[in-house]
């Protein structure tokens, strides 16, 4: 990850100004691309399904786990309260 302070003193990396869209990105590695892009400063928008895992065709898996960092890192990131 490449991170320089500006002139304001913010932090930004070589994805700054960027937006990425991103589907399928609730978990897994497609979830680890859009967490990587952010920290890299791209401001993401985030679509995946919003239905039971067992009605979606995906692997039966425990999303809680990778919920619970995403919004752990939401708090701790740029614009967290």
């Known amino acids: 990850m490449t991170m ?3 002139s ?9 100004g960027k937006v990425a869209f991103i589907t399928g990105a609730a ?11 952010a920290r890299e400063g791209a401001d993401i928008i985030a679509a995946d399904v919003c239905a039971a895992v067992a009605e979606t065709g995906y692997p039966a898996t425990d ?19």
Do not use: F, I, K
Not at 8 to 16: D, F, I, P, Q, Y
Not at 27 to 37: C, L, N, Q, S
């Open 63 to 81: 999303a809680r786990p990778d919920l619970a960092q995403t919004v752990a890192l939401r708090r701790s990131g740029p614009g967290a309260e």
């Open 8 to 16: 304001r003193g913010t932090s930004r990396g070589r994805l700054a």
């Open 27 to 37: 978990r897994g590695r497609v979830r680890a691309h859009a967490v990587m892009m």
């Open 4 to 6: 320089v302070d500006d």
